[in-house]
Nanobody, 122 residues
Framework: QVQLVESGGGLVQAGGSLKLSCVAS????????MAWFRQGPGKEREFVSF????????YYAYSVKGRFTISRDGAKNTVYLQMNSLKPEDTAVYYCAAGGRPTTRWSSYDYWGQGTQVSVSS
């Protein structure tokens, strides 16, 4: 059974940092592109970042570039999202996803976690 489990969310003040983790079971993440998406209150799901299967290629949404960093640890079958200089507009449920190729389109990903809430206060 494939399962992606996110953790690391929470409440933080603007300017603070959080590090999200996504641990996979039943799925060798080294074979998959991984991405983070988010969905804020009353908003549609939006792309945040992806990393290719090897970790050599990453891409970020303009809104988070320079503040967020995606990484992966094959030995731990885990993907991370380091979030710095957080803003109130980053408030959302963050989801990790696994798919065959790195893309910004959420419909291209095959497996999803349940999400972790990130709330940034002003």
């Amino acid at each position: 059974q494939v399962q992606l489990v996110e953790s690391g969310g929470g409440l933080v003040q603007a300017g603070g940092s959080l590090k999200l983790s996504c641990v996979a079971s039943g799925l060798p993440l080294s074979n998959y592109a991984m991405a983070w998406f988010r969905q804020g209150p009353g908003k549609e799901r939006e792309f945040v970042s992806f990393v290719n299967w090897s970790g050599a290629s990453t891409y970020y949404a303009y809104s988070v570039k320079g503040r967020f960093t995606i990484s992966r640890d094959g030995a731990k079958n885990t993907v991370y999202l380091q979030m710095n200089s957080l803003k109130p507009e980053d408030t959302a449920v963050y989801y990790c996803a696994a798919g065959g190729r790195p893309t910004t389109r959420w419909s291209s990903y095959d497996y999803w976690g349940q999400g972790t809430q990130v709330s940034v206060s002003s």
